[in-house]
């Protein structure tokens, strides 16, 4: 169950994808997300998505990845799909059986919210896929660095979303372990109702909590051993500089954007 999420993973390579400063792609996955929300029909939708598998075959990524980074939202998919096909009521009627009316308008908005989500877990995902969380970490303080006349703490905001992000595998993998170590003393995770299911999650939650205080604290000593003190004198090996590859990616994204709106003008 675990081992299906892919939040903070990265996959390595050397793709163009790969080879983008980390500022463009964050950037641009801005532009791809407000894209996403400004579609509003079927043959616009078809072309992000093309646009998305495009990025992803240019990544060389595989495909086994992204389909795990959507497989623990299917019931969320199959749920708001069918919430919205019984709840929009406008438009021709396409089928009616005693209270249950299906329209071409529900049809229609359950279609767009389906795939719209799975747009944006897929089209999100390549930035962490592609991107390391220290060139993520330079990259989003890089582009809050403006905000420090304001004394906005870009740095720490920056390198606490890093350490987020990348200690979801690390903890997913620690839930794992624990889990097949439940499961071999004769745990059953599976069976009964949701409450008797949750119930059975506690003896693998509370492990999993004392775990990763434990590695937070082990984290907080060594960034204290090595006088880690913020973004105050800090240097770095890799200087970000924007190249002809980034030009050209915000040039297609952006060239996307404006067919969108122009499309649907």
Known sequence: MFKDITLGQYFPGNSPIHRLDPRTKLLLMIAYI???FLVQDMWLFL?????????????????SYLWRSLKPLR??????????????????TLFHWGFLRITEG??????YISFRLILLVGGTSLVTLTTTPIALTDGLERLLSPLAVFRFPAHELAMIMTIALRFIPTLLEEADKI????????ADLESGN???????MVPILVPLFISSFRRADELAMAMESRCYH????????????FSRRDGLAAAVTLGLIALILLAQA
């Open 230 to 241: 913020g973004s105050e004198g800090r240097t770095r090996m890799h200087v970000l500089r």
């Open 194 to 200: 949701i409450f008797q299911r949750a119930k059975a």
């Open 47 to 63: 072309a992000v998505g093309a646009f998305a598998v495009g990025v992803t075959l240019l990544a060389r990524v595989p495909a």
């Open 34 to 36: 407000a894209a996403v």
């Open 179 to 186: 889990m097949k170590a439940q499961l071999s003393r004769g």
């Open 75 to 92: 019931l969320i998919l199959l749920f708001m799909f069918v919430l919205n096909l019984l709840m929009i009521q406008t438009g021709d």
């Open 106 to 111: 529900g049809l229609r908005q359950a279609f």
